[in-house]
């Protein structure tokens, strides 16, 4: 069956503009995750979605960014006033409710001028 | 705080012979461990994971090894292909029963013919 999916690939944005990401998680996984990749770094936590719960936004570094989950399927991530420290690869994952093994969508790169 | 680390930021290994890739957590509540494969402008792909229960978890070419009292595990690839080639992450989950993965730095494995 088709993975999960991000759009768009690349994303090449000025200093100040509002960016959004969208992931589309494999069909009837429950829980979706947002992780960023800066140059160099390893992948760093934003948010986690579960079913209907609250979702976990501990990882998320300013109130710059936020991210919803319609319908229990896709999910946006939103960041505002961009900053150039935002430019990274933002990774998508979604899981299976009965493993704990997460599967990545190919990513978002995301070069903020 | 690096709760996971990978101290080899890049390993060289000969075709055909093993590799060895480490990996070293501080979080003694972590319970389940697992390591991505990562290609240049892809996302990363699940390779194989183990849970504290086990020290030994084998797939096809691939073994990862726990030592809990020494919060080490090791990913063992034996023959290394060219096609191994690729950025390998160790991750961590576990308490309070967060499911939020914790990334090591990720190591550069290339296999040379």
């Known amino acids: 069956g088709a993975g999960v999916s991000q759009s768009p690939s690349n994303k090449v944005t000025e200093k100040g503009k509002d960016v959004e990401l969208r992931c589309d998680p494999i069909?009837?996984?429950?829980?979706l995750y947002w992780y960023r990749q800066s140059l160099g770094q390893g992948l760093e936590f934003l948010i986690y979605?579960?079913?209907?719960?609250?979702?976990?936004k501990s990882g998320l570094p300013s109130d710059r960014f936020s991210a919803e989950r319609t319908g229990g399927s896709v999910s946006t991530l939103t960041i505002q006033r961009t900053q150039q420290e935002d430019s990274a690869v933002y990774l998508c994952?979604?899981?299976?409710?009965?493993?704990?093994?997460?599967?990545f969508g190919p990513g978002t790169r995301l070069t903020v001028l | 705080d690096q709760q996971v680390k990978q101290n080899s930021p890049s390993l060289s290994v000969q075709e055909g012979r093993i590799s060895i890739l480490n990996c070293d957590y501080t979080?003694?509540?972590?319970?389940?461990f697992l390591w991505y494969k990562k290609y240049p402008a892809e996302g990363p792909t699940f390779l194989i994971s183990i849970s504290s229960i086990k020290d030994k978890n084998e797939d096809g070419r691939f073994t990862v090894f726990l030592n809990k009292s020494a919060k080490h595990l090791s990913l063992h690839i034996v023959p290394s292909q060219p096609g191994d080639s690729a950025v390998y992450f160790c991750?961590?989950?576990?308490?309070?029963?967060?499911?939020?993965?914790?990334f090591g730095q990720g190591t550069r494995l290339t296999i040379n013919p």
């Open positions: 979605f579960q079913g209907n719960s609250a979702p976990d």
């Open positions: 991750a961590a989950l576990g308490y309070q029963g967060a499911q939020k993965l914790v």
């Open positions: 979080n003694s509540m972590f319970d389940y």
């Open positions: 069909s009837g996984h429950t829980a």
């Open positions: 994952a979604s899981r299976s409710g009965n493993y704990n093994e997460q599967f």
